[in-house]
């Protein structure tokens, strides 16, 4: 990201390459080793969230369950199960996702590989470093930045490795007429570093006072959960959809009001009301979410518009990732912007609708659409199908049905656990038994959530053995055929 | 069109908008908060924690009890908090942000699965039986869904026959007692120390209307309290 004018720009057809745009297998050939890496390791993060997730989870079940593991009690697999979820695999997978679209919308290969590569480790160092840390004690308390302080050097300097990379491929891209698509990653490519170490310098580094790091910690969450993963999986949306039915983007410009829009408000819906701050701070947090409507409503429009009644939907397999991730952004945004209204947030805070909200942002909208991704781009990548398309099918119909179960059930039961514990004459004990009942339904959620991502990874698995055979057989004939010719 | 640069200059607009507003004027209006003396009781508030319940702190921190349990009271008449009896002041407002002055990390919570807890240290002083909750919470509550902590205790010394077991173990087992680990006492030194109980006089009142909310005489007594702790000062 420069301001002068780049040499591309100042040497008109000077070099002939350099303007033509590059065709999209080979921009696949360059991406194949750093995506793939980002894409596969972001696969084994989802199944190592789900099992910790499915440990939590069944802890409602048996409380005594591995009670004498300080390193499995509940209060650090739960926070451990989401920083894998929310790092090791939206983030990771996302940043592979927004590399593969930069180089395919800029018609141009994907620069600065080796990096790329390196950050990808440096990012999965930090993750074990982080998650085992988070086992092992070591977090730090704050939500969503629970990762010990250790863990988050490599975390970061492996995310501004990836980023380079991105601007590079952005910077030399032959195609200059930026897409919405384009705006939403780049924006996410920013987000990140400025509020993660922001939050991390002012909580972790040199810790502000009180109350005050309940504030920076909402500030951070709300900004990664709404802008960070909300600019990520739009891209993907605003890109797949209209690539796979083959059609236009219904409006540019709606894309980029929704840009504007959730850049300027989406991160203020942090402070629920009755928080003990100032009166404004909840206030002006309200005004914000209840400003989010507009763009999520916005959002609702372009994809409906441009899906249209298109007979394409039907064909392809992936259309429904995107279609149900659009759904769940959707459902998810409104709820997490109506329930800080006072008389909604009077029964909802605390109870288990934030989980079950924050889960549909995080797993239904984000892991589901980049599934989507993730399937489309691996057999190009690869140069091969899927070995078995059932699977794929598969995989989309337990996520979506382990998300519906995870929280439907919640949200229900959050509501009645809210409304009990307002009603004083109730009995605590009583309020949370009648609460139990949802909890343990969303277990079987979480069962299917981690079958679906299981599957995941076993397709990944299986279509690299299935590539690793074609190009393994390839060398064995043209080895024959040589040994053939000596002979 | 190489409009890279105004992406960049978009994002770094909308991001400093958010971040003068939720990051620098908070910092500004609360970064320098100090500890208050009541005029009514001449106490400093809040206190610093002392040894053991500064260490239990971070016990409370590494085992994540704050997955589970909340440290805020929403104030008298917005939600059943107060009604409860997990509220501390005898006042319309319960959780202020002076409240967390010298907490490290401040761990408000976002959830209760368990009861709030930042007033746990005016319902109970008794160490004991906040541990034997600890070890067995099922002993207290029998559908409590939350872990009993076992790792945090250790088995103590045999008992002869008839031989009664010491005051800070929590249970017998298999004959030898169990006595809680030094991270065990100091988690409860700090949950005793959890308690927001001074009137303190709040930044901005909160919106609520007494009236409809809470009864009149609870009302004029709050609005008594309120008018008493408008006298505080900040101490030396």
């Known amino acids: 990201m420069r301001a002068t004018p780049s040499p591309a720009q100042s040497l008109p057809a000077s070099d002939e390459g350099i303007s033509t745009p590059v065709p999209a297998a080979e921009i696949d050939a360059s991406c194949r080793a750093p995506i793939l890496f980002l894409l596969v390791s972001a696969a084994v993060w989802v199944v190592i969230s789900s099992v910790l997730g499915m440990i939590g989870s069944l802890k409602f079940h048996a409380p005594g369950l591995l009670a004498d593991s300080a390193f499995f ?6 926070p451990a199960a989401l920083n894998a979820l929310v790092y090791g695999f939206g983030m990771q997978a996302g940043l592979g996702v927004i590399l593969w679209m930069l180089a395919h919308l800029g018609r141009t290969r994907l620069v600065g590989n080796v990096g790329i590569v390196m950050g990808g480790i440096l990012w999965n160092i930090g993750m074990t470093a982080g998650v085992l840390g988070i086992l092992g004690g070591d977090s730090t308390g704050y939500q969503l930045l629970e990762m010990p302080r250790y863990a988050t050097f490599p975390l970061f300097i492996g995310y501004l490795m990836i980023g380079i990379g991105a601007l590079l491929t952005f910077h030399t891209r ?5 897409s919405s698509s384009q705006w939403f990653a780049l924006a996410a490519l920013f987000w990140f570093p400025w509020i993660f170490s922001t939050a991390e310098f002012f909580l972790v580094g040199h810790p502000v006072r009180g109350a005050l790091q309940m504030v920076l910690d909402s500030w951070y969450v709300n900004n990664l959960k709404t802008v960070w993963f909300g600019f990520a999986g739009l891209a993907a949306i605003f890109y797949f959809i209209p690539k796979l039915i083959e059609r236009p983007l219904y409006s540019h410009y709606i894309g980029l009001f929704v840009f504007w829009t959730l850049a300027l408000f989406g991160s203020w819906g942090a402070i ?8 404004w701070l909840p206030t002006l947090s309200i005004m914000g979410a209840l400003l989010t409507i507009v763009p999520i409503l916005a959002v609702a429009i372009n994809v409906y518009r441009t899906k249209g009644d298109c007979a394409k939907i039907k064909e392809s397999r992936s259309m429904k990732f995107f279609l149900f991730g659009t759904l769940a952004y959707i459902i998810s945004g409104l709820a997490g912007a109506v329930m800080l209204l006072r ?33 489309h781009i691996v057999p190009r990548l690869l140069q091969t199908e899927f070995p078995s398309k059932g699977m794929i099918c598969g995989t989309f119909f337990l996520a979506a049905a382990g998300i519906l179960l995870y929280c439907v059930p919640l949200a229900i039961g959050g509501i009645l656990q809210g409304l009990g514990m307002n009603d004083a004459a109730k009995p605590f004990s009583e309020v949370m038994n009648s609460s139990l009942v949802f909890l343990r339904i969303s277990t079987i959620g979480d069962f299917l959530m981690l079958l679906a991502n299981c599957l995941l990874l076993l397709n990944l698995i299986r279509i690299h053995v299935r590539a690793g055979r074609t190009v393994a057989a390839a060398a064995w004939a043209a080895h024959s055929n040589t040994a053939g010719v000596r002979a | ?29 609360l970064g320098n908060r100090q500890q208050v003396e009541s005029r009514t009781t001449g106490d400093v508030y809040p206190h610093m924690r002392a040894g053991m319940a500064r260490q239990g702190e971070q016990v409370y921190r590494a085992n994540g009890c704050n997955a589970c349990h909340t440290q805020q009271v929403r104030y008298k008449g917005f939600g059943g908090d107060y009604a409860r009896g997990w509220g501390g002041r005898d006042s319309v407002v319960q959780s202020v942000d002076e409240d967390y002055l010298y907490d490290r990390p401040a761990m408000l919570g976002t959830i209760r699965v368990g009861p709030d807890l930042a007033n746990i240290g005016l319902r109970q002083t008794n160490a004991n039986i906040l541990l034997q909750h600890i070890y067995s919470p099922t002993n207290s509550f029998p559908h409590s869904v939350m872990p009993p902590y076992r790792y945090l205790f250790e088995k103590g010394r045999k008992l002869a026959i008839g031989q009664k077991a010491s005051d800070d173990s929590v249970a017998v087992e298999k004959g030898y007692e169990i006595v809680p680990t030094d991270e065990a006492r100091a988690l409860a030194a700090y949950l005793i120390s959890l308690r927001q109980n001074e009137l303190l006089y709040p930044e901005t009142p909160p919106l609520t209307k007494p009236t409809n909310a809470v009864p009149a ?7 008594a309290s309120t008018n008493n702790v408008n006298t505080n000062t900040p101490a030396k």
């Open chain 1, 73 to 78: 009690t509940y209060g650090r697999v739960h």
């Open chain 1, 174 to 178: 032959r195609e200059r007429q930026l």
């Open chain 1, 272 to 279: 629920p009301p009755g928080s003990p701050l100032p009166e």
């Open chain 1, 343 to 375: 008389r909604v947030s009077v029964v909802v805070n605390f109870t288990w609708f934030l989980p079950a909200q924050s889960q549909l942002l995080l797993y239904g909208f984000v892991a589901i659409t980049l599934f989507g991704a993730i399937y």
């Open chain 2, 1 to 29: 069109m190489n409009a890279g640069p105004f992406v960049f200059l978009a994002s770094f607009f909308a991001l400093a908008v958010s971040w003068l507003g939720f990051v620098l004027a908070p910092q500004l209006q």
């Open chain 2, 217 to 223: 005489t609870n009302a004029v007594k709050a609005a």
